[in-house]
């Protein structure tokens, strides 16, 4: 696999605090990686996906999906970065109350104006993949706060965007539904190669990542690579680093 998007000494300073939002940061994701940012509140991980999905510009460095140097994107050419190559999931579900799950799924290729036979496949291929098949004709109303968040992802990545950026998935779930939207991305993650950079807080969220970076003040200051298939064994070396972490505070 190749790499799909490069961050070279990323800088972002802002005119109001003492100290850079994001310092010094490089790092490379590769094509089919599932990728977990962690840090505590204020450590850079919301200014991280800002830069990266174009809505905010660094201050100095670089940063290179493909062959595109995206910080030097005006604002047209940003908004048609973000709606080709990028797909987007948040803690907030934002799905369209009057519109049926399949066709809030639908949303993004029907923007693009591809044929209806395409729509249905697609649609109906990643409802399977999210356990929402039987939920297509229900409106969100009608729906589990899971499974919102189920078909909010579905619509994400319906489109096929080189990368999708999860920004805490889970927070708004209960355990039960968070894993099985985990889950989910995973089988999308392995069975389409679908690029995922999530950012989270949870140790558990981030045990179904193939590749954890921890930041703080700004940095990367560790990272884990995930060892083994076993996703318990993995989340036992985020607790351990996590633990070490808190030792060295």
């Given at each position: 696999m190749g790499v799909l998007l490069q961050v070279t000494d990323v800088t972002k300073i802002y005119a109001n605090q003492p100290k850079p939002g994001l310092d010094g940061v490089s790092f490379e994701v590769n094509e089919g990686e599932f990728l977990g940012i962690m840090g505590a509140s204020g450590s850079g991980k919301?200014?991280?996906?800002?830069?990266?999905?174009?809505?905010?510009?660094?201050?100095?460095?670089?940063?290179?999906?493909?062959?595109?140097?995206?910080?030097?994107?005006?604002?047209?050419?940003?908004?048609?970065?973000?709606?080709?190559?990028?797909?987007?999931?948040?803690?907030?579900?934002?799905?369209?109350?009057?519109?049926?799950?399949?066709?809030?799924?639908?949303?993004?290729?029907?923007?693009?104006?591809?044929?209806?036979?395409?729509?249905?496949?697609?649609?109906?291929?990643?409802?399977?993949?999210?356990?929402?098949?039987?939920?297509l004709q229900k409106y969100p109303s009608e729906l589990s706060g899971g499974q919102r968040q189920r078909v909010a992802a579905a619509r994400a990545i319906v489109k096929r965007p080189p990368l999708i950026f999860a920004d805490e998935p889970t927070g708004a779930l209960d355990s039960s539904s968070a894993t099985e939207l985990l889950a989910a991305l995973s089988e999308v993650n392995q069975t389409i190669g679908t690029t995922i950079l999530m950012v989270t807080h949870d140790p558990y969220a981030a045990s179904y990542t193939d590749h954890i970076l921890y930041f703080k003040d700004g940095h990367i200051i560790s990272e884990l690579y995930r060892s083994c298939s076993d996703r318990r064994v993995f989340y036992n070396e985020i607790m351990n680093e996590a633990a070490r972490q808190d030792g060295n505070r």
């Open positions: 919301t200014t991280l996906l800002n830069v990266l999905s174009t809505i905010d510009t660094p201050t100095s460095g670089k940063i290179t999906m493909g062959r595109t140097n995206i910080q030097k994107l005006n604002q047209t050419q940003a908004a048609d970065f973000r709606k080709n190559n990028l797909g987007f999931i948040f803690q907030e579900y934002f799905l369209l109350d009057s519109l049926t799950v399949q066709e809030n799924i639908a949303v993004p290729l029907t923007l693009l104006h591809r044929p209806a036979r395409e729509i249905t496949a697609k649609v109906k291929e990643l409802a399977e993949l999210f356990g929402i098949a039987s939920q």
